[in-house]
């Protein structure tokens, strides 16, 4: 496994529970679709068959779970995600569009659950094959916004308080000034239309489509 063999654009999205990321994910496929683009899109965690089992317990455990067991849950799905999906997907010249991945382990577990930051990058370059996103949006909103828009059911995650939330915001906002070439930060907070079109924007030009 070798990111330099890879052909393909590795993009990622990003944001806190509730910023229409995924209906976002969506638009952009359908965006590359009607292009003609040979692409896939995935989501991290669950983006294969093991993913699914890991997700299903980081998402709906009931009992505690140690930050490093979560930590290292998320790096084992994303290990076989790189390895199964991504990376193969890449070498054959594919654009892969993947829901969520190393941004929200630092902003989860880094500035929210307080992991050391730099352990947390070096781990993900071991699990990943060093393998970063060539371009990452971040769907920015206030926690108390994205809240109201999530349903009463929530998950583990969901279910945190809006002090976590604001930590994973500040994260987010954080690597993305700290890597704007990267990290392109979307205002989330209006219609579903309007934010798509600046990705669209964002991706014509990235991908000259
Ligand atoms: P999703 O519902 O957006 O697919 O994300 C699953 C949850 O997992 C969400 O609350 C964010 C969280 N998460 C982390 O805490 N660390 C990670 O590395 C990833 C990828 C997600």
């Known amino acids: 496994m070798n990111r330099q063999d890879n052909k393909g654009i590795f993009i990622t999205f990003e944001g806190i529970d509730g ?4 209906s976002q994910t969506d638009l952009a496929a359908e965006y590359l679709e009607s292009r003609g683009i040979d692409f896939i899109k995935t989501r991290d965690p669950g983006g294969t ?4 089992k890991i997700r299903e317990i980081l998402l709906n455990y009931e ?13 084992a799905d994303r290990a076989q995600h790189v390895e199964e999906k991504i990376l193969p997907a890449l070498s054959e010249g594919k654009v892969v569009l993947c829901d969520r991945y190393v941004d ?22 071991i699990v990943a094959y060093g393998l970063m996103p060539d371009l990452t949006f971040v769907f920015d909103i206030t926690p108390e916004v994205a809240c109201s828009r999530l349903g009463e059911k929530k ?48 991706l014509k030009t990235r991908l000259s489509c």
């Open 155 to 202: 998950d583990r995650l969901e279910a945190e308080c809006s002090e976590f939330h604001k930590k994973v915001r500040e994260g987010f906002l954080d690597l993305a000034g700290k890597d704007p070439g990267r990290i392109k930060v979307i205002d989330a907070g209006r219609g579903i239309g309007a934010i798509s079109e600046d990705v669209i924007s964002i």
């Open 49 to 52: 068959a093991l993913g699914s």
């Open 63 to 75: 009992g505690h779970i140690a930050s490093m067991s979560e930590l290292f849950l998320y790096l």
């Open 19 to 22: 910023c229409g990321k995924s």
């Open 104 to 125: 929200s382990t630092i902003a989860y577990q880094g500035y929210a659950r307080g992991l050391d930051k730099q352990q947390i990058l070096d781990l993900n370059s």
